[in-house]
């Protein structure tokens, strides 16, 4: 499988709780019609999201989702019906076609560290999403100035086809992610390189270990993971070849002897 870098792209000037909920599964299990773990949402009417701590919007929340209301779906399951404190129902729909009443679990991003606000999203909201796999062909829409200052940004080209010897579709996700989907300058001199492997299928520990030392002589830390059908395991720990290796699940974390046919207790 070849390393795909779609270059549509587009200025990113675009524009509870506690009650019973009914889970509606992980994100990609609903035959690819919601989006997945990692995604960005480009969501219009961000007041209509809803903290998973219950309560409003933080104000920094608020004034983030004012000037680029792109948010980042996290690795939960998707919810079923309006959070119990919802006052109204959420008129502001994108999406005619979207499942009614499909919540999805996403992420606001602050500009301080620590300022993280997990909350769900109303589906019929989203108004754009860009996967991780679209992301490395807008890094032409980032001043020269951004790339010579960061350097996570700077090797993520020779990255990318450190990967795409070993034949695995990636994009880059958190804060390297997180700018070249909304063009907003999150990433700085001293963050890391995090990248998303998709590896539908096996990969051996010898691929691993050879592509954890090849990312690793790079000059910015990079934190792959590699995302089966059931999660995601870190690429580093994954290539250590440990008994176990923990599995990252939109039901938390598991403690697996293999990735791919998972099989063990929750951790």
Known sequence: MTVAAHTGVHRPSEELHGGPRRLVGPLAALAGRLPGVHDLLLVQCPGSLRPLGGGGLPAWARQVLRAHPWVTVGRAPVVAGPPVDTPYPVRCTRDASAAPGAWLPVTVRGPERGQRLDALAPRAAVARTLRPEQLPGRIGLLAPERLAAVPALAVLTQAGQLVADHRLAWGPIGAVGYELGSGEPVAGPLSPLRLV????????????????????????PVQAELETRHGAVLLAEYAAAPPAVTLLTPDGPREVHDPWFPRGLYA
């Open 197 to 220: 492997l998709r590896a539908p299928q096996p990969v051996s520990r010898r691929d691993a270990l050879q592509l954890r030392r090849a990312l690793s002589r790079l000059r910015v």
